[in-house]
């Protein structure tokens, strides 16, 4: 028998019935539920538009859950997610990356049946809708508020009326508003450098919304990250939110104080496959392929870290914190003490919480939870 010294507790009797015998990817639906309803309140008590973004999770069965909580507008990373989410009845979609003009017989298609949202930082993406385009379908104009990653930089904002001018001439297209991704606040220092760079974004889309938006014209300011949703308490001029991770959340957004360790709703359930007594080192069957070689840095020692081990009372961290240290293709080193060695042995399955959740499991292509539902993912 399989022995789960590092998932007992209220997960075992379950977790034994899944007969788990490689890494799984293991769901806490009722974490995952509060975080929802706890996100859909907020963007509610601010009176904003809740557009989630499904790429954290990138599952029906859970999107359903969105549904359940009254949303309907959604956003995805990619034509293919929105062709996904569409088949399960999804109608309003935005596609919260720039437009791959390769694809446009694909986005097409999927303007037919669904209202779609399109995001564009350039002439050529413009002209290749114009010239191919046989629906309408709105565009927002990806803007760079900070994070230097893609989008037309804020202050560049002649260059930013003149993209409005050319979609406004357009007799596909209707200009939605200004769309961001602060994904600098995954770099801040503290919380108060979250909000500062929250307030920041803020103020750099509603000048330049001020500088180019008509008499009369309404555009839409629509921001996306998870740490500014999770600890902002002020949206004025913010109209949409598309956080995603918040689904989840993991280590990185725990370290940036935007949840604590009992929010996150993931953990990789890795089996023991070698024990490495003379360097203090256990090897699970779970690496850089399951967990991705995302990190995260624990405290002032400044060490990277690709996980952290869930200990035997449950879904926590133990005093004795153990990280997972280094990955390979397969594999993962844990650095334990002689304590733990004696404790684990080859067979046992950890409970790692992930550095980030969206990569991993992206990597994992679906979900178990503890009563051992399995759960679909578009990778998967």
């Known amino acids: 028998m399989i022995s789960y010294i590092c998932l ?11 007969n788990m015998t490689r890494p799984t990817l293991l769901l806490d639906s009722y974490q995952c539920r509060r975080n929802l309803s706890h996100m859909v ?24 859950w969105f549904r359940e909580e009254g949303i ?29 003009i390769n694809e446009i017989s694909s986005v097409n298609e999927l303007a037919g049946g669904v209202d779609l949202h399109l995001t564009v930082l350039n002439k050529e993406s413009v002209e290749a809708l114009n010239h191919s385009l046989q629906h309408s379908v709105g565009v927002f104009i990806k803007i760079d508020t900070g994070a230097k990653r893609t989008g037309i930089p804020y202050h560049q904002t002649e260059e ?39 307030k920041e974004t803020r103020d750099r889309l509603v000048r330049l919304r001020q500088h180019i938006q008509r008499e009369g014209e309404e555009l839409l300011i629509s921001v996306g990250d998870t740490p500014s949703s999770a ?18 959340y993991d280590l990185q957004q725990y370290h940036l104080n935007a949840c604590s360790i009992n929010d996150i709703a993931v953990a990789l359930a890795c089996p023991v496959v070698a024990r490495h007594k003379e360097r203090g080192q256990i090897i699970v069957y779970g690496g850089a392929v399951h967990l991705s070689k995302d990190t995260f840095l624990e405290g002032s020692s400044r060490v990277y870290g690709y996980g952290v081990i869930i200990n035997e009372k449950g879904w926590i961290v133990p005093e004795e914190k153990i990280i997972v240290s280094g990955l390979s293709q397969e594999h993962g080193i844990l650095n334990v003490s002689p304590y733990m060695l004696k404790r684990i042995v080859i067979g046992d399955f950890i409970g790692i919480l992930p550095a980030h ?12 939870d503890v009563e051992g539902n399995v759960y679909d993912h578009l990778s998967g």
């Open 8 to 18: 007992v507790g209220w997960f075992t009797v379950q977790t034994m019935t899944m």
């Open 231 to 248: 600890l902002a308490e002020e949206f004025e001029n913010i109209d949409e939110i598309r956080p995603g991770n918040f689904i989840f």
């Open 357 to 368: 959740s969206c990569l991993t499991a992206n990597m994992m292509g679906g979900y178990a």
């Open 41 to 64: 309140s907020k963007a509610r008590q601010h009176n904003l538009v809740f557009r989630p973004h499904f790429k954290t999770h990138q599952s029906v069965k859970i999107g359903r």
């Open 160 to 198: 930013i009326a003149g993209l409005k001018q050319q979609i406004e001439r357009s007799p596909v297209l209707h200009l939605e508003g200004l769309l961001t991704h602060a994904g600098h606040t995954y770099k801040a220092g503290s919380r108060d450098e979250i909000i500062q760079i929250h």
């Open 72 to 100: 309907e507008k959604i956003t995805v990373s990619s034509v293919e997610m929105a062709q996904y989410f569409a088949r399960d009845g999804w109608r309003d979609i935005t596609i919260a990356f720039p437009l791959n």
